[in-house]
């Protein structure tokens, strides 16, 4: 990432500074605006009562932030989406890496699994979460329908806590395998040969080379997949609102579901801009824990 | 012991693609049956297990009371898609390429710095952004507009156009713009003359994860949209909770994931050629 040597011209030189800047203002101008102002206006927000019955930006201090400390029912969503999140992304890791591991030296049809094993990450989470919804329909729908052939009985799918939260981990999986398959396979492809000669070598058998070989040069290649959907499953809102909406109760709230409820349904945008920025907060710094943590863990070990 | 691992592999692998289908299977054969079909209980085989129709299909082209129309969905959301994605890609290439070839600074900001930002965004959950971007467009009047949502959604999918393109770049030579410029181009003229020719693969791959995050998108769309705009998860998100039949729910919902499955086939194209493994790092 360096720059040019040094132009000889003094014309050079603006020439130069000018189409610098013509290359990343656009850019950089058009995401400050459209994000950074609304943040700010955000933090503005929470410290205002803003509500159904009182709009505008009165001052209240940290009324707000003191009512989000207490809410007991934001906390349960934020412990019940860092569940959901962790057992999800690792569950889609280690199929995601499987997959990924059985395509990648040549397999009968290889190209159609692999195009195949890419499509739900294609789909569009609250149109197919629709299509699961009927999938999981107690009476109606072909998942107890089929653990019936087996002899299994009913299922409570999306109306009993533990069944609706199986169902969100079932979708999610689904959904977003695909995108560590993708992720860890552009990696093994494009691995280098020699470790695997020197590994065959010593007579290292498939186990021993992959833990040996594979596992260690994809450190930084897992990292970044672990962490790019640990964010995104931080944000799961769309699924819970079509299959569960939340429900039975509260079994499925996630955080980002709870703040649209109280901001955009019961209207609290002073308390509810407060939850977001305490939320978005815990989201950023335990993420840079946790890739702090992974790092250490996987990359340390190797070195 | 091989022989173990290859029947383990091989029934993996097919027991995943049974799970990958399932759905898919299950919509398409929903979307041929009626009410009768449905509310007997789970059945699979047309002909067999039920009298096919057509009923769930072609609702979704008649208008009325009686039908769905998918069609304007299909167009707004397409509309602002590509508009969006284009919009991303111009600016985040420009951008991006600026970032791998030229050092800015202001004050302790650093090119590192800047590429940060531009990618930190993705960690911004989209909750916080709905109630400004709500009482934002209100200020513009484009709220319930393809504008409005093109806005919003430019700012949702220019981090993925940087994120991708800074990492090609990095990838590019930079003697080949050197050699550009020594030919008498001005650095803008040998970006496009010379260096946006040699990118195709990474505007590919950039271009299909803004067209995925932009058509997949529903929470934007439901809170910044009411009725002349409407974008095809939010219409079938809103049939879903209205008495829709399952046939025409399905139907809509195999049309609306359809253009996207297709960019399945292009991803894995560029995956085994090796060109992705840059722009994921």
Known sequence: ??????????????????????????????????????LLFTIRVSFSSWDVFQSGLDYIGG??????????????SLGRLSLLSLISVSLQYTLGFALALAVWKQVRGGRFLRVLFLIPMMTTPVVMSVIWRTVFHESLGPANDILGMFGIGAVPWLSSATGAFISVLIVEIWQWTPFMFLLLLAGLVSLPREPYLAAAIDGAGTWRTFWQVTFPLMAPITIGALIIRLIEASKIMDTVYVLTSGGPGTATETSSYYIYIRGLRDFQIGYSAALSLVYLVIMIVSLTVIAKLLL???????? | MNKFYHILKTLFLFGWSLFVVFPFLWALTTSFKDANAITSGA??????????????????????????????????????????????????????????????RLGFVKNSDIT???????????????????????????????????LVYVALLLPIAVWVMTDFFAGIPKELDEMAMTDGCSPIGAFFRVILPNSVPGLVVAGMFCLIFGWNDFFFAFTLTFTETQLLPVSIVSLNSSVTPWWSLSAFALISVAPLACVAVIVERYMSRGTMSGAIR
């Not at chain 2, 940060?116 to 507009?145: C, N, Y």
Request: charge should be positive.
């Open chain 2, 116 to 150: 940060f930002f531009f990618i930190s965004q993705r960690i911004m959950p989209p909750i916080v952004l709905a109630i400004p971007f709500f009482l934002m467009l209100k200020e513009l009047g484009a709220l319930d507009t393809i504008f409005g949502l093109v």
């Open chain 2, 43 to 104: 059945t699979y085989i047309p002909w067999v297990d039920y009298e096919p129709s057509t009923q769930g299909w072609t609702s979704l082209f008649t208008t009325g009371s009686q039908g769905i129309n998918i069609v304007g969905p299909f167009i707004d959301s397409a509309a602002v898609t590509l508009i969006a994605s284009l919009v991303s890609l111009a600016l985040g290439t420009l951008a991006a390429y600026g970032l791998s070839r030229f050092e800015y």
């Open chain 1, 63 to 76: 009324k707000n932030y003191g009512r989000v400390f207490a809410d007991e029912r934001f906390w349960q």
């Open chain 1, 296 to 303: 250490r863990l996987l990359v340390g070990k190797v070195g």
């Open chain 1, 1 to 38: 990432m360096g720059a040019y040597g040094a132009p000889t011209s003094h014309r050079g030189v603006n020439t130069m500074l000018s189409s610098k800047h013509f290359f990343l203002l656009p850019a950089l101008l058009t995401l400050v605006a459209i994000i950074l102002f609304p």
